[in-house]
């Protein structure tokens, strides 16, 4: 189905409109598959190029008229073998053009080309037309002028309003095109990450993410404690949402703590909650995160950070299904599912005497480790994709493509800050794009830019002469920079000064010092 405000908007037909009104005075109205009008014809904000048909759809017949001449017109050309057609209207001599909108081979609409009159029209003509318009309560002044104001086109004319018309047709066909071909793709991709690389939320094709959705999958109807491992950013709560999902605890909640954010006591209360009265500010009772998740799957992110004395706690409910409520006496029982998640080395902690050895081997029943990004490289250009059209889509931008240099240079990028770190360079990258559709590399954090070998505009400094005087190499340099700058900005002097942060004049007169002047060169 056509996005009939989209196609009005684009460019190209806001100018046809512009010359059918210039050359003939008519207007332009789009009907969608089933006859439905689809122009606004609020003359408040419809600019009419036709001075009867404007007349017309002011009056108080006048639009119910005009849309039984479009039915007229629908059907005409469905019983018709051609694809653009002249048809008469309910006022004498008046003409209109429809013409056949087909994209995919398959029909999405009408072109209306509204209203004119051959080179036949004679003044008798224009007589009928007058006593028509008044009969039907146009006011005689009206009635006159639209008479005489109402084109009349020769056959040659008619030729070209019918290429014109054509070219509607054509413009918006190929317009759907380029939508339905946009949107298979990203079916395709979609398609694609969810039958091969995908488990619930989390995507990569890489031979480590594919042993974990193996993993995954058998570990996911058991009832075991899962320990997930791995650095910053590299999903462990995905993988937590991704076992409780795929699990018969689905239909129960799935809840989640980080144990760092609290301190010990907060996180007493938070985990077991308290009675009225257990402290300072308890003035009811507060239900904590193991009663709510009753049934369902509590993920403890940051277990690590937990005090040894928090650890007794969270051994006994593993241990027994039991806790006790800050302030309270009474054990309540739980049937939780835990997940465990840390970026720390336990087992080092354990020889330190900073984490309970029995606490681990309970947690660690089953132990999930994710791999960095940078050790699956290959999931990069799939995650990018996604994250793409993710944000597009967030943020109204029609779908935006990566330059192959921008590509290279976030490939070759360690991403210490892993799937979170890309996401969010994804995000800023759409923003700084701004209307245009190509992410291109200069517009990459210049974090990504020192550890890639320079920006993608100038492709590093490699050929520089580090040998000789400094005053040399400086000279060298400052040469190299103008001349990339001048390609990147496609030799628009006033952007470049900016972005050297030099005047206009003093580029200019480093491009006549280095002899970097395009027409100079075109002269030789």
Known sequence: MLNWEMIKDLHVIQKLHQILGKWFSLDLVFLDEFGKLQSDLDPSSFEFNSYLFKNQITSPKGKEIFLQDLDSAVTLLNNSDEKVLEFDTFYPGVKGMINEVRADGAMVGYVIAYSFADSNFASSDSEKLIKKMEDIGHLKEEAELAAKKLSRLESFQLDYLKELMALYSDEISTYQQ????????????NSEVSNKYRYHMMI????????????????SSSESTI????????GKELVAKAIHYNSPRKDKLFLAQNCSAFNDNLLDSELFGHVKGAFTGAVK???GLFAMADGGTLFLDEIGDTSLTMQVKLLRVLQEGTFTPVGSTTPQKVSVRIIAATNKPLKEMIAKGEFREDLYYRIN?????LPPLRDRNEDIPLLMEHFLEKKCAEKGHQLKTFSKKCLEKMLDYSWAGNIRELENEIERLIVLAGEDNIITPDLLSARILEKTGGSGATGGLKGINTNGSLKEALSELEAYMIKEGLKRTNFNKSKLAKELGISRAGLIMKVDKYGLDKRVKKAS
């Open 178 to 189: 380029e939508i339905t071909s946009r949107e298979q793709r990203i079916k395709d991709l």
């Open 204 to 219: 990569g094709k890489s031979k480590k993410m594919q042993q974990i959705y193996s993993l995954l999958e058998k570990i």
């Open 285 to 287: 009772d507060k239900k």
């Open 227 to 234: 320990l997930v491992q791995g650095e910053n950013g590299t």
């Open 365 to 369: 029943v089953i132990n999930v480790n």
